[in-house]
T-cell receptor
Framework: GENVEQHPSTLSVQEGDSAVIKCTYSDSASNYFPWYKQELGKRPQLIIDIRSNVGEKKDQRIAVTLNKTAKHFSLHITETQPEDSAVYFCAARGTGTASKLTFGTGTRLQVTL | NAGVMQNPRHLVRRRGQEARLRCSPMKGHSHVYWYRQLPEEGLKFMVYLQKENIIDESGMPKERFSAEFPKEGPSILRIQQVVRGDSAAYFC?????????????FGPGTRLTVL
């Protein structure tokens, strides 16, 4: 089955700096890669996603890149703000009837003033 | 347009009791997924259901756990004879279909504590 690895597990940046979180996946057939943000005690919320026919996608301060050959994808947050502090999860989904998401282990991002 | 709803939000059970967790998908969504999140860990897939059908239960323990999504009413995740290791947050998500194009929307979760 699919295996998703995520690094780093914790990340501390100063406000205004950029943050990068990286994930690798094992199943070359996976074709959908969402990123979720989860604040303490809250539900995971989708912040951006990318499909395998696209190499990069950007939404304001957030961007995601995908390298299918290397089977890795990354989340980039620019001009970080304190409200970006949360746990971020990457995920991958395969094809066919396997619609489940396989999640990474999460990255706790702390944006300090 | 209400989002995914789950109840109860918090559930306390003693070892050996049964836990029933409910999930009402978003309006128009016919696909439901259950995930379990242990403290300080990621989300682990448990089961994927459509109305009256279990599509994929590969992540659900074979014993004590069962899930259903009846024609009418919410999806139910049932845990019999709970043990302390079942303590976790259980999230359900829904999507309009199981296709790649569809985002999974998560509910607020049920936090199960087994005493």
């Amino acid at each position: 089955g699919e295996n998703v690895e995520q690094h780093p597990s914790t990340l501390s940046v100063q406000e205004g700096d950029s943050a990068v979180i990286k994930c690798t996946y094992s199943d070359s057939a996976s074709n959908y890669f969402p990123w979720y943000k989860q604040e303490l005690g809250k539900r995971p919320q989708l912040i951006i996603d990318i499909r395998s026919n696209v190499g990069e996608k950007k939404d304001q301060r957030i961007a995601v890149t995908l390298n299918k050959t290397a089977k890795h994808f990354s989340l980039h947050i620019t001009e970080t703000q304190p409200e970006d502090s949360a746990v971020y999860f990457c995920a991958a989904r395969g094809t066919g009837t396997a619609s489940k998401l396989t999640f990474g282990t999460g990255t706790r991002l702390q944006v300090t003033l | 347009n209400a989002g995914v709803m789950q109840n109860p939000r918090h559930l306390v059970r003693r070892r050996g009791q049964e836990a029933r967790l409910r999930c009402s998908p978003m309006k128009g969504h016919s696909h439901v997924y259950w995930y379990r999140q242990l403290p300080e860990e990621g989300l682990k897939f448990m089961v994927y259901l459509q109305k009256e059908n279990i599509i994929d239960e590969s992540g659900m323990p074979k014993e004590r756990f069962s899930a259903e999504f009846p024609k009418e009413g919410p999806s139910i995740l049932r845990i019999q004879q709970v043990v302390r290791g079942d303590s976790a947050a259980y999230f359900c998500a829904s999507s309009p279909s199981g296709g790649i194009a569809n985002e999974q929307f998560f509910g607020p979760g049920t936090r199960l504590t087994v005493l």
